[in-house]
C-alpha cells in the first residue's frame, strides 16, 4: 500500500501563522496529492505535486516533495479561521489512491 | 454541476438486513472508488473501478460488493452488514488515475448497524 502517514496528528496555531504538515510514504510514486476534508465532509483537492517535482505553490499553499526521503510537507501561510480542518496526503502510485489518517489542523481567531 | 452523489447521507439499520449505498457521478469519470472513514484509522479503501465491469478489491473489501454496470454509478453492497460496518463512506471519482488527475468525493453516507 502507498498509504501515506502524516505528522503531527494535530496542529493548533494563532490565524495568521504559518502552519507545515508533513507526510512519509513507503514506495515510488507517480504523483503525491495533498486533500482537505473539513469535518464530516467529503474531502477536497488541494495541489498536486508530481515526481519530477521538487516545490510548487498555489495560492497560500506550498508544497514540496522529496523522493529520496519518501516525504513530502504541505505549508499554509498566513492561516485563517477558515483554513480549520484535516489535511490528508495521498500517494499515488498505479490503480490505488490511499490515505493516512491526516493531520488535523485547528486555527484559533 | 459536476459532483458526486450518494444516497443516503444518513443510515440507521440492523444485523443482517441487506443494504445498498448509491454513488452517481456526472462527470464522465472513468474511475470509482469506495472509501470508509474511521476515527484513528483514516480512510481506508474498499473497492474500486477504472472503468465499466472492471472492478478490484481495496484494502479492506471483506463484507461489501460492489457493481460497475454503467460509467456514472458504483453502488456498494452490504449483504449482510454487521457493527463493525459502522462507519462513515465516501465514494470518488476521478477522469483517469493516469497522469495524477484529482479525485472528487461525495459528501458521505453514515451508517450505523445496530
Not at chain 1, 464530516?40 to 495560492?59: A, D, F, P, T, W
Not at chain 2, 473501478?49 to 456514472?72: A, F, H, I, L, Q
Not at chain 2, 462507519?87 to 450505523?112: H, M, N, P, V
Request: net charge positive; glycine share 8%; with cysteine.
Amino acid at each position: 500500500s502507498q498509504q501515506g502517514e502524516e505528522d503531527p496528528q494535530a496542529l493548533s496555531i494563532q490565524e495568521g501563522e504559518n502552519a507545515t504538515m508533513n507526510c512519509s510514504y513507503k514506495t515510488s510514486i507517480n504523483n503525491l496529492q495533498w486533500y482537505r476534508q473539513n469535518s464530516g465532509r467529503g474531502l477536497v483537492h488541494l495541489i498536486l505535486i508530481r515526481s519530477n517535482e521538487r516545490e510548487k505553490h498555489s495560492g497560500r499553499l506550498r508544497v514540496t516533495l522529496d523522493t529520496s526521503k519518501k516525504s513530502s510537507s504541505l505549508l499554509i501561510t498566513a492561516s485563517r479561521a477558515a483554513d480549520t480542518a484535516s489535511y490528508f496526503c495521498a500517494p499515488d502510485a498505479y490503480q490505488k489512491v490511499t490515505f493516512g489518517t491526516g493531520t488535523k489542523l485547528q486555527v484559533i481567531p | 454541476e459536476a459532483q458526486v452523489t450518494q444516497n443516503p447521507r444518513y443510515l440507521i439499520t440492523v444485523t443482517g438486513k441487506k443494504l445498498t449505498v448509491t454513488c452517481s457521478q456526472n462527470m464522465n469519470h472513468e474511475y470509482m472508488s469506495w472509501y470508509r472513514q474511521d476515527p484513528g484509522l483514516g480512510l481506508r479503501q474498499i473497492y474500486y473501478s477504472m472503468n465499466v465491469e472492471v472492478t478490484d478489491k481495496g484494502d479492506v473489501p471483506e463484507g461489501y460488493k460492489v457493481s460497475r454496470k454503467e460509467k456514472r454509478n458504483f453502488p456498494l453492497i452490504l449483504e449482510s452488514p454487521s457493527p463493525n460496518q459502522t462507519s462513515l463512506y465516501f465514494c470518488a471519482s476521478s477522469l483517469s488515475l493516469q497522469g495524477g488527475r484529482e479525485l472528487f468525493f461525495g459528501e458521505g453516507s453514515r451508517l450505523t448497524v445496530l
